[in-house]
């Protein structure tokens, strides 16, 4: 069964410290994304990766960096987190055929 | 540029009634299409995809949508409603360019009442 997995389903950080939230999919996927969702708001992209070491910005990308060191393994890194970072996060992971796999979300509340 | 519009970021129905979400969307190239469901405090998952086949898909859990090109809509129809059917619900287009990614509506939240 198709699987991605989160690191943590929910999170609590202090102002200015860097976090790491893990995503992790066992399908051999090319493509992974990060997404955060607010309110209202919908969905937005911070960051796609289409390969390993490869990365592009999404819509929102301020305040925020990946890394792709591993093809089944994509990591989001808020340098300094900041109360507007509050959030759910969403990865997700698909072929080029784009249907794309959710994982079950973290929810980050930044103090 | 690609983008997607859902009317209603709230329905209401009773159980058994029809539901109804509408989505509406742009597109410059031929576009592939889908629903996702997302329960309370869960990830998104797949309800139904267009892909240029049939243009009246089928999804799970009795939901169907159908693509209408002149309209330029694919609205998420299900007969008859049931409790567990209440939710979010996002609709979602292809980007322009080939890269996999997805542009989504910002949701409706389907409410079911006994």
């Known amino acids: 069964d198709v699987k991605v997995t989160q690191s943590s389903r929910y999170l609590v950080k202090r102002t200015g410290e860097k976090v790491f939230l893990e995503c992790v999919q066992d399908?051999?996927?090319?493509?992974m994304f990060w997404y955060r969702q607010d309110p209202g708001l919908g969905l937005r992209l911070i960051y796609f990766?289409?390969?390993?070491?490869?990365?592009e910005k999404g819509d929102i990308p301020e305040g925020y960096s990946v890394s792709r060191e591993k093809k089944e393994r994509f990591s989001l890194i808020l340098e300094s987190a900041s109360t507007n970072q509050t959030s759910m996060y969403l990865c997700?992971?698909?072929?080029?055929?784009?249907?794309?796999?959710f994982g079950p979300g973290t929810r980050l509340t930044v103090l | 540029a690609q983008s997607v519009t859902q009317l209603g970021s709230h329905v209401s129905v009773s159980e058994g009634a029809l539901v109804l979400l509408r989505c509406n969307y742009s597109?410059?190239?031929?576009?592939?299409l889908f629903w996702y469901v997302q329960y309370p405090n869960q990830g998104l998952q797949l309800l139904l995809k267009?892909?240029?086949?049939?243009?009246l898909v089928k999804g799970i859990n009795g939901f169907e949508a159908e693509f209408k090109k002149s309209e330029t809509s694919f609205h998420l129809t299900k007969p008859s409603a049931h409790m567990s059917d209440a939710a979010e619900y996002f609709c979602?287009?292809?980007?322009?360019?080939?890269?996999?990614?997805?542009?989504f509506g910002q949701g409706t939240t389907l409410q079911v009442k006994p």
């Open positions: 267009y892909t240029s086949a049939a243009t």
């Open positions: 979602a287009v292809t980007g322009s360019s080939n890269t996999g990614k997805l542009i």
């Open positions: 990766s289409y390969d390993v070491k490869m990365k």
């Open positions: 597109s410059s190239v031929p576009p592939y």
């Open positions: 997700a992971s698909s072929l080029v055929e784009y249907e794309q796999f």
């Open positions: 399908m051999d996927h090319e493509n």
